[in-house]
């Protein structure tokens, strides 16, 4: 499980967000959601004025490109990398899981092929 507010988190305190909602805050009125049918997936209300092309007319396909970049390093940005400690940890883990399953793969692949040399041979 994730550290509450780790270092270099863009957002100290907005894990007491989460634990709000699990709390069972109520929604005020401009969180209301409206959903499509039953069991669909709630969608925010879309007001007639904001139009989901709002402020990003005029622009040439090399601002968009441009754009595209910025918002990548943008997110890249709020990413927490793992510490050395973590990664090493996870990269053992991979490994080991890896030898594992392909060893059973191995073994049972093995095992058939006699089997069935042995039925049919």
Known sequence: ???????????????????DAA???VPDDDDALVTSGAGGTAVAERSKDESPKAGKSGRGPLGRIGGFFREVT??????IWPTRKELLT?????IVFVVIMTSLVAGLDYGFGKAILWALG
Do not use: N, W
């Not at 499980?1 to 634990?19: C, I």
């Not at 943008?74 to 990413?79: M, Y």
């Open 1 to 19: 499980m994730a550290e509450k507010d780790r270092p270099r988190d863009d957002v100290p305190g907005d894990d007491e967000v989460f634990a």
């Open 23 to 25: 709390a069972g805050d």
């Open 74 to 79: 943008s997110e890249l940005r709020k990413v």
């Open 90 to 94: 996870y990269t053992g883990v991979v």
